[in-house]
T-cell receptor, first 115, second 112 residues
């Protein structure tokens, strides 16, 4: 499968614990995006990378959230001291910037439940 | 503020029937508009994309229209199938083309 993959698909954790999600983009894509989606809503932008550089972070991304893309390939999103309000689907997308269409292709998401 | 509003919030249709979903947006400057299909527990998958100069685009049984003057779009599903049951999200891209504005989606349920 050459699409965007995310791991794990589901994560249940207790409040206060740290969690880390991984996203593997389509191999030649230079941009990678993280979104959060709550039930009945569209995705909300969190942050994006061009290669290894994090170019923008949303105000939704509090100090407890950190994202990295160290080698310009896969990315991780870490949430420290999780809160119940962090429960959501975390979506990753990638695109080939400069290709003309710049279409974002989405992964299947990681469903986080904070108890 | 860039906004995308979709209606209805949800609908139920019988297999084989047609339906139309609506999207109004206030995103500026406008770059393109996409309709995505999102199955439960999955990521969104693009169905159609339209730029300012395009007013209709088809993908199989899905036909999208765009009126850039009134800032409205619609997605028409013809001869619905059970597999069409999903959330359909209208997504508008502003001039910089990486910051997407998402609607809340319309949940379509197709019943046999």
């Amino acid at each position: 499968d050459t699409g965007v993959s995310q791991d794990p698909r589901h994560k249940i954790t207790k409040r206060g614990q740290n969690v880390t999600f991984r996203c593997d983009p389509i191999s030649e894509h230079n941009r990678l995006y993280w979104y959060r989606q709550t039930l009945g809503q569209g995705p909300e932008f969190l942050t994006y990378f061009q290669n290894e550089a994090q170019l923008e972070k949303s105000r939704l991304l509090s100090d407890r959230f950190s994202a990295e893309r160290p080698k310009g390939s896969f990315s991780t999103l870490e949430i420290q001291r999780t809160e119940q309000g962090d429960s959501a689907m975390y979506l990753c997308a990638s695109s080939l910037w400069g290709s003309g269409s710049n279409e974002q292709f989405f992964g299947p998401g990681t469903r986080l439940t904070v108890l | 503020k860039n906004q995308v509003e979709q209606s209805p919030q949800s609908l139920i249709i019988l297999e084989g029937k047609n339906c139309t979903l609506q999207c109004n947006y206030t995103v500026s400057p406008f770059s393109n508009l996409r309709w995505y299909k999102q199955d439960t527990g999955r990521g969104p998958v693009s169905l159609t994309i339209m730029t300012f100069s395009e007013n209709t685009k088809s993908n199989g049984r899905y036909t999208a229209t765009l009126d850039a003057d009134t800032k409205q779009s619609s997605l028409h599903i013809t001869a619905s199938q059970l597999s069409d049951s999903a959330s359909y999200i209208c997504v508008v891209s502003a001039g910089n083309d990486y910051k997407l504005s998402f609607g809340a989606g319309t949940t379509v349920t197709v019943r046999a």
